[in-house]
């Protein structure tokens, strides 16, 4: 079910109404968990089996952690949730890869192996096994410092409560099926009783009128044009037209992702919730190590934590930190798709980050052109290498994203860029641009009186200007 | 919602003041729901007959024959569509070369639960964005589109060379069979559907390049529409300059010749068309 259907806004309301008329923890998060279900049965109800397995074997897994009496019984048990976490995930995303290079590399038909290609991609499964595996790690970590109170699990919670709530962690709808990637330990707290005179409406209003702005103005009428960047239309295009849709897709995948996790915060905030944040102005970073702590930030910091850190991050000597770098950015980028153009587009920041790590470029804030004029020239350097690296997630064939590359940068001569398509492509990235251009110059801070007017201009763009609710780009994943 | 109250009002102010004046399509779906706007809500009763193809037989004008063919898009969407408009024409001329073409459902259901006929403003002639580049372009979309092609960029002989790679690797793929049962399936429920509304469906062929023809899903998509439809002949076009821009797209004149070409194949003499 998409968030700009009707059927949406039809649970949402209905879930709404019931949700704070009811009393008590047990009941409110029973209604969630119904319209969860609801929500993911709507376009694959075969395979919500599959998310409640999931979410009970996570939740049962984490019990038997906290119920555990050794260390090692705990590790044990730990282990193999992850890993069975891993293993649906690759199972399901993966294993068509897998064979498809198989057979590709030796040469051999796997005809045997061909109903692993035909698996159906369930929605959101890496969301929701991220998020199983963060409450595994979680309950373990908080199990080896059990002086503390944990915060994934209340003293005395029997068996039952356990897979219920933490069922209700795995599928919350808002977050299921593209994040905000939610950490067990910063949802947990979360769950008591909600009522309704405590609704965050400021958060409510801006998270949905700007969240969905962003996807059905910028976001859908964007795709309209980036369309082009696709085989064979590339073939033959010029350079100019090539960047005038890579920069537009730039704008069209973060006002996609951006609208989405909007969304996602302002209608748990109408449940009482507070998901984190997803998106800090990602095209106003002066490196890309910036880029990376204000783009996606709830899987940025997933993989941080669960990963960068557990495998030593940067305290085990300089090789081992680019190691550890390039590791996390690849399996990062493998995370997106299942396919070995997102792997590539990992290691291009891995590398990116290497590179600004090695030259200290990461930490200076000066570049070579000193003052105000640095920073902004660092701006648009950055921008335009993250926007390069999106050819990748635009075109998961490598040799069509390199001949879009190549084009990009060798095609001048044949230049037909068309006069409307820059037009529109400038025109819905301007509202991205004045996104990014209001947090740095603040002319919503020391103007008050234009937030009501930025609200109505873009409710009235939705309703007049608005274009298909196509699926969001990251459902995929 | 002070603000969303007052931009309405002087949309709306400027819708009832300019018309139809000014108007340009930021995109090819923008354009496809416009040209079916402009026949589910005009009166199309003194039109002899309706074209549902492709951007094959977008540019092709005739006075007595209402365009409905949708660049980027599918013949299949515009029939669905048909199926459920109020009025039909007495013939419904078909192109036939790429019909294999996905229906794009969410168009169909947006024109069969229309609220913009009450809301004029919510018809995509009249976004803000349509407005705007019209206004920049300083002059109405010409809706007659023999005039629009004339005055289109120029596609000369290196833009031809670029441009056919693109559609001989489009065809190099044959389709699934699924999609082509899928695709022969709903041509058949749709033409039973408008010829038991009492309409003639007439299909046809453009004239492509024979380099194009050539390819595996072209030979394939012809040779079963073929023997999916013995009773209906698909008419070849006796086009005398079949020269295209880009592989597949007939230049001006062959555009021109199409128009009466297609006028004759619903029983309008050439004489009648030249004389308008």
Redesign the interface.
Known sequence: MLFTTIEFAMLVAIAFSIFYLVRGVFAQVGILLIASIVFYAFSSPWLTLLLLASAIFTSWSSYEINQADTAKKRKIIACVGVMLNIFVLVFFKYAGLLVRSLENLTGASLSGAEWLVMLPLPIGISFYTFQGISMLIDTFRDSRNSQEASEVYRSGQSLGESLYYGSFYVIFFPQLVAGPVVKAKDFFPQIKVKSISQINWRLVTHSLVVGFFLKLVIAN?LQ??T?WIK???I??MSADRAWTLLIGYSCQIFADFAGYSLIAIGIAALFGYRLPDNFNYPYLSASIAEFWRRWHISLSSWLKDYLYIPLGGNRKGSFRTYLHLLIVMVLGGLWHGAAWSYLIWGAYHGLLLGVERATGLASARKGMVPGMLGTWTRYVVIFLLVSLGWSFFKLPDITHAGLFISQAFTAWE?S?A?K?EV??VA?YCLPVLLYHLNYKLKFTKTRPYLV??A???M???I???G???DAFIYFQF | ????????VL?LAYLSTAGKARY?A?????ENRVRMEDFLYENHSAKIGVIVGTSLSANVHHPDLVNLSFR?GSALTALEILCIAEQLPETILIEANLLYQPVDR??VE?FESDQRVTFP??QDR????SL??GA?KGKSENRDPSVNLQSS?KLNA??K???L???L??AAVRLSSEELTTALALVQENVEKLEGLGSRVIFYLTPIDAEVVGQPRHQQWRKSFVEAFPNHPVEHLAISDESTSDGIHLCLEGNLEMGEQLGLLAGIPIEKNRGK
Not at chain 2, 26 to 30: A, F, I, K, T
Not at chain 2, 126 to 129: A, G, L
């Open positions: 009428n309209n044009q369309f085989y064979p239309y073939i033959g044949s037909v068309q409307k037009i529109v025109t009501p007017v609200y109505g201009v409710l009235y763009a309703v007049v200007n274009a298909s609710a | 919602m002070g603000t969303f109250l007052i931009i309405s949309h340009k930021e995109s090819q779906e923008v980027g969410e168009m947006k403003m919510l009249y976004r803000p964005m705007l580049l920049i960029r290196t833009t060379a670029k441009k790679p693109v559609h690797a489009s």
